[in-house]
């Protein structure tokens, strides 16, 4: 009893975020720092932002956000206070800069050259769709094929269609 | 004994795999009929004997023999016995031996359920999958022994991380790796194609089986895994794109865009190489994954077995055959024949774009996940990448796919009439957009994405049920007619249909959970209330209870919706002595799709100094459809699986026909 006490003595909140103890009072500026928290990694953690954890660390980059939003700096204005603290890696959502623009423009590229390689080889393609007429030897096999299967869903049917000689060794 | 046993069964097994390469691959140099079968017979023999292995890891979970150090270091005495069996695969070791189990048994499958392949196909197949398995199982013996004993034997284990004793957890990994190694299967396939030069409409309609069953079983896996982090972990949400999530989402949007490109190989003949090159980066990506959750490379909030010396030989596992795959590749397949020819408007122009979508969307993930690795490793730069890059990239690119989704089933093969489809959907499209206006105008513009999402997933539902409705041409010809075509309809439509609606419903669930979910939070001392949503929380009492291996503190809360009783949860917080670690049980209140979500928090004064307690309560509307949409979808995966036309070993060969 007397360590599970201690246990959860030792805890932090699990609250995180939504605390009531550390919201602001004025509710637009606490959702506005809400809405930021999911915008920044906490620092130490696994892969969490700062609004799901409950590491120590968490908590005072949480304050310190609530802190600048209430001394009226804009959502630009706190990125930059923690970048200029903890670096980029505190952001979630990477800068749109040079040394970004794979990680950003690559999607967008692929998308772009791939859609465009099928366009143009549907173009290329494309007065062409019909297949080479049925040379007689085809015509034949067309005709037995469709002489004993009438149903689209029914040539797998436990009898094979008597094609060659492959068929009637599988049956 | 039984570890002893154990250990020579997985080393039996390694050589049993290697006697299936080499069988095999001589029975396809010789043709003989008889290397042949001995080699199918090594494939099941080995599966066997892995079993026999794993069966034996789990004798010592269940008897908590603790000589064995995988066993010390992952149960305990006290654990429920879920949780011992679910201990054998809760480690490195453990899991890597159900990886071997679930690789020699697609083998054993393969030589069991192939009567109707060709010969020299199928040895290929056996031993592609064969050296698969010696890879892996060379792994488990040299490197990751689950059947190593100690010394000292302790009287007590270090048992399991808490977190994951949890029954959608015991469930997951043995659902996930079989979606995993599943796609090795399909691997293999897609070798013995370039092997033997032959890529068909057989071909296609022998790997979709197999593509749909790992599929089906991985999303089962990843769905069990977001619903365990949506209650387990306590923060509300089910899926964050931490690395660990995007490792088993790239098999499973490859393996998605496979399914539908064999399709198009079935019927069509066309997308061969296409198809081929899905096949192997599927399992690419599940060994890429497989790799990532190991080796610690990458944080996440779920890595449990990471091991960082180990984790770099699955890297080269990957790098060996992922490399010699996309090798063998690279050179056979532009000697593939083209396949049948169609025009852009047309079923296999609309699968086409899906798989565009689906592969550049698996590419963003991919991008996404190892980006802040790459850049690490040529700049020294550490960056995140989080959800907010995700939600902008990935989201657009998935909702465009979804956007067209409906009319490929209502476009005809090979050339399509786009227009008459459209008509046929005109109904399905006026009721998305009518929805969305709807709740456009019952919110504000800050909602107006939530409302685009919800329009789309009612688009993607009544899409599907307008494909049913035009399969059995309701309204258009007699009642009875109708009903007779309905119960005439393939299991493969089903399939389908089902897939379809499930992906919707999901949607809907994700859009309606993630833009209108709302979260109070308070300090309640006994007889204290908060307001959540519609509802109103009342703390009764709280108090100690014990549990098997834990001891926990409990609160009870009556929920009330217009001064009524609706539900009691009882939240827990738990603290488990052998591991010293502290988990959360969520209190859960289903309302009909929705959840109240309650998380009991730590003890605090509350305003009037009276004891109390932190309560976290969340309304999430929907969010049932977040994992019921998934789990319809793998339904769809076994529905079309058991359609007759796919359970037959072997369709009448029609490759002459299509060459």
């Given at each position: 009893m007397r360590r599970l006490l201690l246990a959860i003595a030792a805890l932090c909140c699990i609250?995180?975020?939504?605390d009531p103890s550390e919201q602001l009072p004025d509710s637009a500026q606490e959702a506005r720092a809400r809405a930021l928290f999911a915008e920044f990694r906490c620092v130490v953690c696994q892969n969490e932002s700062i609004d799901d954890s409950e590491a120590e660390v968490a908590g005072l980059l949480r304050r310190t956000v609530r802190e600048q939003v209430a001394a009226g700096r804009t959502d630009a204005e706190v990125r930059g206070y923690l970048v200029d603290r903890y670096g980029e890696f505190v952001l979630l959502k990477p800068t749109f800069s040079a040394g970004n623009a794979i990680l950003w423009l690559l999607p967008l590229a692929l998308l772009a050259g791939a859609g465009g390689l099928i366009l143009w080889r549907a173009r290329r393609t494309g007065g062409q769709t019909d297949e080479p007429p049925l040379s007689a030897e085809e015509e034949a096999r067309l005709a037995t094929l469709t002489a004993d299967e009438?149903?689209?869903?029914?040539?797998?049917?436990?009898?094979?269609?008597?094609?060659g000689e492959d068929d009637r060794r599988m049956s | 004994m039984t570890a002893e046993l154990g250990a020579f069964a997985l080393a039996l097994s390694l050589a049993l795999s290697l006697a299936q390469v080499g069988l095999s691959i001589a029975g396809r140099i010789t043709g003989s009929a008889v290397l042949n079968r001995a080699g199918e017979g090594a494939a099941l023999a080995a599966f066997l004997v892995a079993s026999v292995a794993f069966a034996a890891l789990l004798q010592g979970f269940l008897t908590s023999d603790f000589s064995i150090a995988n066993v010390a270091a992952n149960s305990h005495t006290a654990k429920p016995w879920l949780y011992k069996v679910a201990g054998t695969w809760g480690s490195h070791e453990g899991s890597l031996l159900l990886w071997c189990v679930w690789l020699t048994g697609f083998g054993a499958a393969a030589a069991m359920f192939g009567r109707g392949l060709p010969a020299g196909l199928k040895a290929v197949t056996v031993a592609t999958q064969g050296i698969l398995g010696t890879l892996f199982l060379a792994f488990a013996v040299f490197a990751s022994n689950p059947f190593a004993r100690l010394a000292q034997v302790p009287i007590e284990g270090r048992s399991l991380?808490?977190?994951?004793?949890?029954p959608a957890l015991a469930f997951h990994p043995p659902l996930l790796y079989g979606g995993y190694v599943g796609f090795s299967l399909v691997f293999s396939f897609a070798i013995a194609a370039l092997v033997e030069g032959r890529i068909d409409a057989a071909w296609a309609r022998w790997v979709r089986p197999w593509t749909l069953l790992a599929w089906s079983l991985l999303t089962v896996g990843v769905t069990l895994g977001a619903f365990w982090a949506y209650y387990e972990l306590g923060w509300g949400g089910w899926w964050f794109w931490d690395p660990v999530e995007n490792a088993s989402f790239m098999p499973w949007l490859a393996g998605a865009a496979l399914l539908h490109s064999a399709i198009v190989t079935e019927k069509r003949g066309a997308l061969g190489g296409w198809t081929v090159f899905l096949a192997l980066l599927a399992f690419s990506f599940s060994m890429l994954g497989a790799f990532l959750v190991r080796s610690g490379v990458l944080t996440s909030v779920h890595a449990f077995a990471v091991d960082p010396e180990r984790g770099v030989m699955l890297l080269v596992i990957l790098a060996i055959t992922a490399g010699a795959g996309f090798a063998l590749f690279a050179w056979r397949a532009p000697s593939l024949a083209p396949g049948g020819v169609f025009a852009p408007i047309s079923r296999e122009g609309a699968l086409v774009l899906n798989n565009l979508f689906l592969a550049v969307a698996a590419a963003t993930v991919l991008l996404g996940t190892l980006y802040p690795l790459m850049l690490e490793a040529a700049t020294g730069q550490t960056i995140s990448v989080g959800p907010p890059y995700f939600n902008l990239t990935f989201t657009p690119l998935m909702a465009a796919a979804l956007l067209i989704l409906p009319a490929g089933p209502l476009l005809a093969w090979k050339r399509g009439d786009l227009k008459g489809a459209l008509q046929r959907l005109s109904l399905a499209a006026g009721i998305a957009i009518f929805t969305a206006l709807a709740v456009l105008a019952m919110n504000d513009w800050k909602k107006a994405f939530g409302a685009l999402g919800v329009g789309l997933g009612v688009w993607l539902v009544c899409g599907a049920l307008a494909e049913v409705v035009e399969r059995i041409r309701l309204f258009r010809v007699p009642g009875g007619e109708s009903w007779r075509r309905l119960k005439g309809l393939p299991r493969g439509a089903w399939g389908t249909t089902l897939g379809h609606l499930g992906l919707g419903l999901f949607v809907l669930g994700a859009c309606v959970e993630t833009g209108w979910k709302l979260e109070t939070a308070r300090v309640l001392g006994a007889g204290d209330r908060l307001t959540v949503g519609e509802y109103e929380l009342t703390l009764d009492r709280a108090g100690v209870v014990e549990g098997p291996n834990y001891i926990a503190e409990r609160g009870i809360l009556f929920a009330r919706k217009d001064g009524r009783v609706v539900c009691t949860v009882r939240p827990e917080r738990r603290f488990f002595p052998a591991g010293r670690q502290t988990t959360t049980e969520v209190g859960l209140c289903f309302e009909g799709l929705s959840d109240l979500y309650v998380v009991f928090g730590e003890r605090r004064a509350t305003e009037a100094g009276q004891p109390g307690w932190v309560v976290r309560a969340f309304w999430n509307p929907w969010a049932r459809l977040i994992f019921l949409g998934p789990m319809l979808m793998a339904l769809g995966g076994l529905v079309s699986l058991s359609d007759r036309r796919l359970r037959l070993a072997a369709p009448p060969r029609r490759a002459e026909a299509k060459a």
């Open positions: 609250a995180a975020a939504a009438d149903g689209r869903h029914r040539f797998a049917s436990t009898k094979p269609s008597g094609a | 991380n808490p977190l994951l004793q949890d």
